[in-house]
């Protein structure tokens, strides 16, 4: 009907990624927009004809001042949403002009609740937090949820002890005005990158013979939290439990961690050895082998010099797509079981001289991506930095730092310092590095460490395949699961996907990694993509049976929606492929039930 192009509005340099958009009218209906946010700008669009809405912010648009935002959602004339990156924030705009309504701070300012659980005037200078998975709205209430990010740096907190309120948590708003009304922290001082991945979902449940209104939060380790969504009190005693501690000098690991005692977590919580994988004879040698050496440690390893498998894996878990809930009090979820490898790295060079300013920072900020070399890293199109001064200039890569792009975070509150020596050093990598000559200077103290700046750095993200490629783990690799969350129960769980060339030889269903939510309909149905093997299926509700399934010209990595015409049912889901190592592509594919 019509195309919307950011490329012909001012975006500002960057690339024109979309996560989204948001649709709002007023009560009457005779107004309408669309909200989408590209590269730190937020747009409003008419839905009737495209064109963008003149009189919203400043000729169409306003500066959001921060990178990649999520889309949010409408409460009243307010759009509400959180962005990437800079000082963590959930922020309401009036829809009509654009001009700010209000603003809570995810990462608290003295004299509000949870400053003491950072560093002394840590707001000016932390960043991470935002709730890039979207929110949750309770429109009779007025109360809007959001679930956030981890604290960064994501792997090491030795510059921001304490639990950093309110990171890994999932926060209660009043939609009206932004008071925190209650909140939750899922994880207490995160070194795992344990981003809460996925919006909360709002639903009723019988509890112990109450009708209550709960909100379900799931985690990238498998966990189900729920609670009254008024009062915040969880529906099942929730434990803190000791986990293990750092051996990272600096590093104050938080000693607990929260478990809900119901729901059961929907995934193994932790890889023995009765874990490693039967796929194959070689396979099952090979995992048991790895998983002797560097062992498994649960849900919340403390990160290390040493080598650990990370499992629960950094992906999830429950990922991106989250859970669907039915009035009935049932909760549907897909979750990954693939194993990861956890390390850290010291910054310093292999002959124990202290790495640069600029050589360390670009390390710690840059380099899980961009790789410790610049070498970039192919699988994940992260892009190679060797060789960037012949592509970009010093102003555009400054720039992109702090508005982000694509996929790459925007360092907007970082010391203008710490840019610069980031930005010499990635300029100068075409320039042979000098040799320091000095002498090896490992700190010997918390004290000492804590004087100096932080000497470690995340390895990297690296799944734990076998030989063939497979996940190096007893199957399953990928389940769609049925909670009850009336009695705190799973009803069901099967595995969700499978490999073709595994079925052939025999072996049932392994499940595959899925990345995209499941769709629940009140004609009894599941729909959902998701997985490896880039097919569409319907599960039943009551069963978990597959009923139905389709290929995809691409993966399905998203929740599908389900829509009337002419009193005819369509489901239709976005094919972008590009996870798993799957082809990346760019449809939507529709169903339709038969006439
Ligand atoms: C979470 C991953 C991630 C992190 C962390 C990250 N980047 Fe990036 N970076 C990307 C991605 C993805 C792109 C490609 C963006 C695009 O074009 O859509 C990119 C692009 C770039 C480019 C442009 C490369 C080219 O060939 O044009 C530069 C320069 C850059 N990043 C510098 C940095 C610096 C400096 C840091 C640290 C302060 C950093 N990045 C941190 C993911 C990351």
């Keep these: 009907m019509w195309q919307w192009d950011p490329a012909k509005e001012h975006t500002g340099p960057g690339s024109p990624r979309q996560r989204g958009l948001v649709y709002w009218t007023n009560e009457k209906g005779d107004e309408q927009r669309l909200f989408t946010a590209v590269n730190g700008f937020l747009f409003a669009i008419d839905p009737k004809t495209g064109e963008t809405i003149r009189a919203f912010g400043e000729n169409g648009s306003i500066n959001l001042g921060s990178g990649l935002n999520t889309p949010g959602v409408t409460y009243q004339d307010m759009l509400i949403l959180g962005g990437l990156g800079g000082k963590g924030a959930l922020r309401a705009f009036d829809v009509r002009t654009g001009k700010h309504k209000w603003v809570f701070h995810l990462i608290p300012r003295p004299g509000e609740v949870g400053y003491d659980t950072w560093p002394e005037d840590a707001y000016k200078t932390a960043t991470g937090l935002m709730p890039w998975c979207g929110q949750a709205l309770d429109e009779k209430r007025g109360i809007v ?36 009304i209650w909140h939750f922290q899922i994880v207490h001082h995160d070194l795992l990158d344990k981003d809460l991945p996925c919006a909360p979902v709002l639903l009723t449940v019988n509890h112990e013979g109450q009708k209550i209104d709960a909100v379900a939060q799931g985690t990238k380790h498998g966990l189900l939290f729920v609670f009254d969504r008024v009062t915040g009190k969880p529906l099942w005693p929730i434990e803190e439990r000791p986990v293990p501690q750092s051996d990272l000098i600096g590093e104050q690991a938080w000693p607990t961690q929260p478990f809900p005692t119901k729901p059961p977590p929907l995934m193994r919580q932790s890889y023995t050895e009765e874990d490693a ?35 629960p894996g950094f992906d999830g878990g429950m990922e991106w797509g989250g859970g669907a809930a039915d009035p009935d009090g049932i909760y549907y979820v897909n979750v990954n079981e693939m194993p990861w490898l956890l390390q850290m790295i010291e910054t310093r060079h292999a002959d124990g001289s202290e790495l640069g300013d600029g050589e360390r920072d670009y390390v710690l900020y840059c380099g899980v991506c961009h790789g410790i070399e610049l070498k970039g890293n192919a699988e994940l199109k992260f892009p190679s930095l060797l060789d960037v001064d012949k592509r970009r200039t010093r102003a555009e890569i400054e720039q992109m730092t702090r508005q982000g792009r694509g996929r790459m975070p925007s360092y907007d509150t970082m010391p203008e310092e710490k840019r610069n020596a980031i930005l010499d050093y990635v300029l100068s990598k075409s320039v042979p590095p000098k040799a320091s000559g000095e002498a090896p200077t490992a700190p010997k103290s918390v004290a000492e460490a804590k004087s100096n700046k932080p000497a470690y750095a995340f390895g990297g993200f690296r799944r734990w395949l076998d030989a063939q490629g497979y ?26 996907g499978e490999y073709p060339d595994l079925t052939e030889k025999g072996i049932p269903p392994t499940g595959t990694e899925n990345y995209g939510g499941p769709l629940a309909t009140a004609g009894g149905l599941i729909f959902i993509g998701a997985t490896a093997d880039e097919t569409f299926r319907a599960f039943d509700k009551q069963t978990g049976k597959v009923l139905w399934q389709a290929e995809l010209p691409f993966g ?39 006439d």
């Design 471 to 496: 996940p190096a783990i007893k199957p399953p690799w990928g389940t769609l699961n049925a909670v009850d969350l009336n009695t705190g129960e799973i009803k069901w769980k099967v595995p969700l």
């Design 145 to 180: 949820y959001a679930a956030t990010k981890t604290a960064e740096p994501d792997f090491y907190g030795g510059e921001r002890h304490g639990s950093n309120l309110f990171a890994n948590s999932i926060v209660a708003l009043n939609a009206a005005t932004g008071e925190r």
């Design 277 to 311: 994988s039967n796929i194959s004879q070689q396979s099952h040698e090979m995992t048991l082998d790895r998983i002797r050496a560097a062992p498994n440690f649960g849900p919340f390893p403390a990160p290390s010099l040493k080598e650990s498998i990370m499992f």
């Design 556 to 594: 399905g990595n998203a929740s599908p929606s389900t829509y009337m015409v002419g009193g005819r049912q369509y489901v239709v889901i976005s094919a972008g492929g590009g996870k798993s190592g799957r082809r990346r592509g760019g449809m939507l594919v529709a169903f339709a039930l038969p």
